[in-house]
């Protein structure tokens, strides 16, 4: 096991919600990376947060949204749900120090749209 | 990253054979790579990563070459077990410390 948790582990919503899935990283890092998982796909990137700050981000519309809080923590927020995104997401935690360096994936959250 | 396609690759090998996955990456710039294990409802796991300064790297029971004239990267599995049967991804590394995954190897071992 990695250390990074998620919650929850699955959740069911209509289109047009919103919805709010939580990571907690591994002890001792300070990045934390979203990622989508279709089906079938590769996970996607979606952003990065470094120091409580979006550090890049990936071809995901602007109702993709995060936090990061000052224990690394972080938060991943997305508006007026679509059916296209029922996916798996998924954290990914790392140390940022300088270079580029490994992340650790939690078990992700299964999201249905219906 | 690997290529993208309608449909996973699979790999069928037998218990104790040895299993080669490949990659192909786009980046020429990326400087490094990782491979992941993602089992059936679980995130991704990494197995071993390879930086661009070098051209193999070994674990427990796993190598990963790096070829970067061609942009290609591989990861051999010596021994497979059964245990090994999952969905193998190869993630490159980015501009900002952003990874791009491609879409996976499905890796069936038989006993």
């Known amino acids: 096991e990695t250390g990074v948790t998620q919650s929850p582990t699955h959740l069911i919503k209509t289109r047009g919600q919103q919805v709010t899935l939580r990571c907690s990283s591994q002890?001792?890092?300070?990045?934390v990376s979203w990622y989508q998982q279709a089906l079938g796909q590769g996970p996607q990137f979606i952003f990065q947060y470094y120091r409580e700050e979006e550090n890049g981000r990936g071809n995901f519309p602007p109702r993709f949204s995060g936090l990061q809080f000052p224990n690394y923590s972080s938060e991943l927020n997305v508006n007026a749900l679509e059916l296209d995104d029922s996916a798996l997401y998924l954290c990914?935690?790392?140390?940022?120090?300088?270079?580029?360096?490994?992340?650790?994936f939690g078990p992700g959250t299964r999201l249905t749209v219906l | 990253g690997e290529n993208v396609g309608l449909h996973l690759p699979t790999l069928s090998v037998q218990e104790g054979d040895n299993s080669i996955i490949n990659c192909a990456y786009s980046?020429?710039?990326?400087?490094?790579f990782i491979w992941y294990k993602q089992e059936s409802g679980k995130g991704p796991q990494f197995i071993i990563d390879?930086?661009?300064?070098?051209d193999k790297r070994q674990g427990q029971r796993v190598t990963v070459l790096l070829n970067k004239t061609v942009k290609h990267l591989s990861l051999q599995i010596a021994a497979t077990q059964p245990g090994d049967s999952a969905v193998y991804f190869c993630?490159?590394?980015?501009?900002?410390?952003?990874?791009?995954f491609g879409t996976g190897t499905s890796l069936t071992v038989i006993p």
């Open positions: 990914a935690s790392s140390f940022s120090g300088g270079r580029i360096d490994t992340q650790y």
């Open positions: 390879i930086r661009s300064n070098m």
């Open positions: 002890s001792g890092h300070n990045t």
């Open positions: 980046n020429s710039a990326s400087d490094y």
């Open positions: 993630a490159e590394e980015n501009t900002g410390n952003q990874f791009y």
